[in-house]
């Protein structure tokens, strides 16, 4: 078994396993998004009670940040990849069951938590790559994890299509069954040689939001850009299965595509970070981010706008973010499941805080509550990464 001070060897296609594992796991949180107004309508929801879904999704998904990414430094790494991923499949299991909202955030809640397990790949990548090429590999392992958010939207709508929403739950719980036997066989085993208790270690992850200002300064930044990310996609599909629109589902999922395409677009700017922009890519992507807004606010009339928007929002947030995480990685090799951890809770807290407001904003003032709830946002995160810049690369 690999331990600390004898890593293994990351080969290309085990990068690609990963990102693709990644995808895979967090894209559980993400199917029902395009689905909100057909379980809406099926479970006899209001637009806000139904955007609660997608808020279980990623407070669990946050509580798990905390509770479980941390256990990467303390436990065997594939053998908590492999139960994590069972445990997220049985969640799934609950979803796909569900014939009432109780049942159905019950399952949202149990798969959110373990879906972190692709936060315990990422900095297990991380380790395993070369430090020259550290940037490269988050990058791409992060590029499999945007990607399946956004790709999410559009397997779920194609096949909510050739059934209902229960099919696309069915259908995922199996492919996460097949992608955990392919990660057992492929994964090597790894241990971290850390000798804090599970409470000690717990308490450790508050404890380097103070000792590193960096640190804190990127994992505030982040919760603004995902904040930003869940204002955009939750009331998505309100907005086009309403009329001038009336889209299907299936259609709804297509605009992940536009997203797809913007995120492949950010995949170089691992590379960049490696070789020192991280100024330039953190600035450019949030006066990216904001200026996605105006583009948005035309989509209620313009698909194009709609779709360029999409494209903009979702470049500017992979590169301000793989920015943040190979600096982040860069403080410590040796706890980086907890510097993950503490980081990822923050940005998806503001994930989930971006879903309740946006869902509140479209119910009460429809899609121009929601782009000035975006643009607001997203000045207050352009301001301040622009005074970290001026302190820190």
């Not at 410590?332 to 989930?352: K, P, T, V, W």
Request: glycine fraction near 10%.
């Amino acid at each position: 078994m690999q331990n600390s001070s004898s890593p293994a060897t990351l080969s290309p296609w085990l990068v690609l396993l990963m990102a693709a594992t990644t995808g895979l796991v967090v894209a559980s949180n993400y199917y029902a998004q395009p689905l909100l107004h057909t379980i809406a309508d099926q479970l006899a929801l209001s637009y806000a009670s139904a955007g609660i879904i997608v808020t279980t999704a990623q407070a669990s998904y946050a509580v798990g940040l905390i509770l479980l990414v941390p256990l990467g430094d303390l436990l065997e790494r594939r053998g908590l990849v492999v139960t994590m991923m069972l445990l997220a499949t049985g969640g799934l299991l609950v979803s796909a069951s569900a014939t009432s909202l109780p049942m159905l955030l019950a399952g949202t809640a149990i798969t959110g938590a373990f879906s972190v397990v692709a936060q315990v790949l990422v900095p297990f990548a991380a380790t395993l790559s070369p430090v020259a090429h550290r940037g490269r590999v988050v990058g791409t392992v992060m590029s499999g994890l945007l990607l399946g958010i956004l790709l999410a939207r559009t397997v779920a709508g194609a096949l909510s299509s050739l059934g209902d929403w229960h099919t696309v739950y069915w259908v995922a719980a199996g492919l996460m069954l097949v992608n955990t036997a392919i990660l057992f066989r492929a994964l090597p085993r790894y241990r971290q040689n850390s000798r804090l208790s599970y409470p000690r270690l717990i308490g450790s992850v508050a404890v380097l939001f103070v000792r590193y200002p960096l640190f804190r300064q990127r994992a505030l930044l982040g919760c603004l850009i995902f904040a930003l990310f869940s204002i955009l996609w939750t009331p998505l599909a309100f907005l086009l299965s309403a009329s001038p629109w009336e889209m299907s589902d299936a259609t709804i999922g297509l605009f992940g595509l536009a997203g797809a395409v913007g995120a492949l677009s950010a995949r170089h700017a691992g590379v960049l970070s490696d070789r020192g922009h991280s100024r330039i890519l953190t600035l450019g992507g949030l006066a990216l981010l904001f200026g996605s807004w105006w583009l948005l606010k035309l989509g209620a009339d313009s698909l194009l706008a709609l779709v360029a928007g999409i494209m903009v929002l979702d470049l500017a947030l992979q590169t301000v973010h793989i920015t943040n995480m190979n600096l982040v990685f860069s403080l410590d090799e040796h706890i980086r499941n907890r510097l993950n951890s503490g980081y990822m809770f923050l940005y998806f807290l503001g994930g989930a805080g971006g879903s309740l407001g946006s869902a509140r904003a479209y119910e009460h003032f429809g899609w121009d509550g929601v782009v000035l709830l975006g643009a607001g946002i997203g000045l207050i995160a352009l301001l301040y990464g622009g005074w970290l810049c001026r302190r820190q690369v």
